[in-house]
Each structure stands twice: as C-alpha cells, then as structure tokens.
C-alpha cells in the first residue's frame, strides 16, 4: 500500500491501483516506436498487473508497531515482499508469459539495493529463474525484454511520484520524473506534446498513531 502524508492525513492507496494508472500513463505515450509494435499489449498488461501480488497484502494493512503509522510498501516487512511477488508472477503469466518475465524484472530491478544482503539471496535467485523460464518457454530475447521492461519502470515511477507525492527527481534511462505541486514532468517528453490526465482514489484517514492493526482496518 501506498501511504500518502497529507498533513493532517494519510491517504492509502492499494499498488493495483496504482498500477493501473502506470498502464493507463504508458498507454497514452505517443514518441515510443517500441510501444507501436506487436509487444504493445504485453507491455500494457505487465504494467498494469506488475502490483498484483499486493491485492491480498492490502486488504489486510498493518501498522508500523513502533510508529502506529499505516505500513507502506517500503517499510513493509521482507517476508511479504518475498512471498507476494512469486503469487504476482503466477497470475501475470498464465494470461501472457512475457508479461510474466517483464514482472519477474521489475522485482529484480526494484530491490536491486538489496543484492548485497544474503537474506535475499534466495529472492534474487527466485525471481531471475522464473524470468528466464519465461524467457524460454515463450522464445523473448533478454535484449527484447530489457527494451520492453522500460516502459513497465517508466509508467511505475510516474504513477508513484504522483501518488507518494514524492518531490525528489528520479532518473531512469534517458528520462528524469519530477512533480511539481499536482503535475507530473517526464524530460524528455514520451507523450508528443500532450498534456495527459491522470488521477487516483484513495481513502482519507486521519492522522493519528494506530493502536493495532484492527484498528487501522
């Protein structure tokens, strides 16, 4: 889950929702030749699916015990991430299976921080072994992957950015991703000039410390 510090609020927002606008956000990229091919679809539908493994994780929150603030997807414990992501993969990749080796990347790439610590080896190995079973089942080059894989990343950090509220830039590739009060700024520019609409639901909470996890629930 994605905890949004309004100040006075928090504001929770489920990772599949997120991650629907991610698809919605690469959908509407207009200067991307690798997004008018025939891999379209199967990069729309990793993005859109890359959060799934969440679905269940959100519809029971937790709260930090130490802060009694609402766990967030950073903060979480690395037990769920590495239970949550096989299940994810799982479901991506009975619709498509290179949509599964796309998710299976973003896994990779996104704890990537974290290759250093042993407790993730067996993540790490998990993740890579079932990317290159995808590979290989479904005849994806690595190469193809890793272009296709850019647009997953770049739809996920600027559906996040406008989510978190994050105000620090972010780099990935060729592009920086920046909000500015309410608007998103992709350089450079992926869209063709074109001011896309993007919007979330989330619930408002107060802002308070949460005694348990039932009474954040």
Not at 21 to 32: C, F, H, P, S
Request: with cysteine.
């Amino acid at each position: 889950m994605i905890v949004r510090d309004e100040g006075a609020t928090f504001l929770p927002i489920t990772q599949p929702d997120h991650a629907r606008l991610a698809r919605d956000i690469v959908a509407a990229m207009r200067t991307e030749p690798a997004l008018l091919g025939a891999s379209r679809d199967t990069v729309l539908l990793a993005t859109q699916e890359h959060d799934n493994g969440w679905i269940e994780v959100d519809a029971e929150p937790t709260i930090d015990p130490a802060s009694g603030r609402p766990c967030d997807f950073i903060a979480g414990p690395a037990s769920v991430k590495h239970e949550l992501w096989p299940r994810g993969i799982r479901r991506v990749a009975q619709a498509d299976l290179r949509a599964g080796a796309l998710v299976a990347q973003h896994a990779i790439t996104v704890y990537d921080r974290f290759r250093s610590d042993r407790a993730w080896d067996l993540f790490f190995a998990e993740m890579e072994g079932a990317r290159d079973r995808m590979l290989q089942r479904s005849g994806m080059e690595r190469t193809d992957l890793l272009v296709d894989y850019t647009y997953v990343r770049l739809g996920d950090l600027i559906s996040l950015a406008f989510c978190t509220g994050w105000t620090d830039e972010h780099h990935f590739g060729v592009w920086r991703v920046r909000l500015e009060q309410d608007h998103v700024l992709i350089t450079p520019d992926p869209f063709g000039g074109e001011r896309v609409p993007i919007r979330i639901e989330a619930r408002e909470l107060p802002k308070r410390t949460f005694r348990t996890d039932d009474d954040l629930r």
